[in-house]
């Protein structure tokens, strides 16, 4: 048993919906099918997400809101004539939309309404035409599936409880069809993910059936050793771990949402990246363990930019009992996550992403000050434009030299390394640069584990 979830590159518009139906059919263990909003079409177009957060800053600034529903409404009304639908839907969908906008007054709440429409929409869409041309297909909200969040608006986290219920999808007569990217609160509201969460949908929905390979469908056939953006013809990965893919994930690799692996690592669920566009090549697969070779200890390159770090310097640091703890309930105090904590004798530093400050709407001198007024440091160092690159491998703690490979080349190409972390694991080495050199030196590193 399979559970499909296709992107929004897949379901753009009728022709693409038209090959995500044609694999559907084909394929008589696809059970479930999770949905995205439908993506862009050519370049300069705009994602149907997109265009209901236009909708939404439109109503709730004030401003006139019938171009911008039009502009929502003639996406689908384009996909619904193109695929020979009943055209009433569109009205349905124009009502929905009014609804919201005329009844939820909260603002948080009537964003994430709007915004799970567009996942919302398109599975009417595709299970009416599946059902037209043969394949019996439902129509399944998340609330009517089971899936049951905190009630965080935007940051939406499943509950537990939500097992039980989705288990009873497993054996269905017709193939359902779910919307991606929300779920409701034990209230009835609509609560949606963090964006790109039809990742996350897909995994819950996997896990909850206990199927044997839960598939994600995108524009791409794999996952590559580093960003075809970034390093010229890449290799392909054909298998590799959750662990791999969560570290890749975290640091840049944006085909697969990162908070997406729990739900499927917990049933140890394997997760095949498939590409809509050319379904017959078998993409690759991510599994609990593998084969490690030893000769290849290095599975993927990434990068991320974005990043700040603080560094306390104090004489003595390490003899003071409770520093660091001190150090990290100031951060939580202010509601700031961080992302590393290197470590010296004398100095800590603490690295976080700088859109951090943004989300918790902190002043970093409001964080200065606290560390200087309970720790008295004799300094503290603020870097900004920092980025992180992270060598990804499970083969990494079998392999000799490493660690020696990454620094000799990023030393011979003049990158400055300003901090180096590797988990105890072994699974990862993280390189913390300047953010002007971040591409040079994904390009250096490739070159030494890969092409050499």
């Known amino acids: 048993m399979k559970v499909a979830k296709f992107g929004g590159s897949s379901l753009s518009n009728a022709q693409q919906i038209k090959k995500v139906s044609a ?30 957060i236009d909708l939404y800053n439109s109503k709730s600034q004030g401003d006139a809101i019938e171009a911008p529903l039009q502009r929502v409404l003639e996406r689908y009304q384009a996909i619904i004539v193109d695929l020979d639908l009943d055209e009433s839907l569109v009205a349905k969908f124009d009502q929905t939309l009014r609804t919201y906008m005329d009844t939820i007054e909260d603002p948080d709440r009537l964003s994430d309404a709007l915004k799970a429409s567009g996942e919302d929409f398109n599975a009417q869409v595709i299970s009416q035409y599946l059902t037209s041309i043969g394949t019996p297909a439902r129509y399944v909200s998340p609330k009517e599936a089971g899936i049951m969040v905190s009630d965080e608006p935007g940051n939406a986290r499943l509950l537990p409880e939500s097992y039980d219920n989705i288990y ?3 054996n269905q007569d017709e193939v359902l069809i779910v919307p991606g990217f929300f779920g409701y609160s034990k209230d009835g ?6 964006r790109g969460g039809s990742d996350i949908s897909g995994a819950i929905l ?4 206990k199927a044997d390979v839960y598939e994600n469908y995108t524009d791409v056939s794999y996952i ?4 075809p953006g970034v390093v010229h013809q890449p290799g392909p990965v054909y298998e590799l771990t959750y662990k791999e893919m969560r570290e890749l994930a975290y640091s840049g690799f944006v085909i697969f949402h990162d908070e997406a692996l729990e739900p499927v690592y917990k049933h140890q669920i394997p997760v095949m990246i498939r590409n809509t566009n050319l379904p017959d090549i078998e993409g690759t697969m991510i599994v609990a363990q593998r084969e490690v070779d030893p000769n290849k200890p290095v599975t993927g390159i990434a990068g991320d930019d974005g990043f700040l770090s603080v560094t306390i310097e104090k004489y003595l640091l390490n003899r003071e009992v409770g520093f660091t703890r001190r150090l990290l309930q100031i951060f939580e105090d202010f509601g700031v996550s961080i992302e590393h904590v290197p470590t ?3 100095n800590i530093s603490v690295i976080l992403r700088e859109r951090q400050l943004e989300l918790c709407q902190v002043e970093l001198d409001d964080i200065l000050s606290k560390i200087s007024e309970v720790l008295q440091p004799e300094e503290i160092i603020v870097e900004e434009n920092l980025s992180l690159i992270m060598v ?3 083969g990494m703690h079998e392999g000799v030299g490493v660690l020696n490979t990454a620094t000799e080349a990023l030393s011979q190409s003049g990158i400055n390394i300003r901090m180096i972390n590797q988990g105890a694991s072994e699974t990862s080495m993280a390189f913390t640069i300047n953010s002007s050199k971040e591409v040079k030196a994904l390009n250096t590193l490739y070159d030494a584990y890969f092409r050499s």
Request: net charge negative; proline share 2%.
């Open 392 to 394: 990804v491998g499970e």
């Open 206 to 209: 996997a896990s909850g059936v």
């Open 168 to 170: 009873k999808l497993r």
């Open 189 to 194: 509201d609509i609560v949606t993910f963090s």
């Open 224 to 227: 590559y050793s580093a960003h």
């Open 344 to 346: 010296g004798i004398d």
């Open 23 to 52: 694999i559907i059919q084909n394929d008589g263990d696809i059970r479930i099918v999770v949905v995205s909003a439908p993506g862009t079409r050519f370049d300069d177009d705009i994602k149907v997400t997109d265009l209901l």
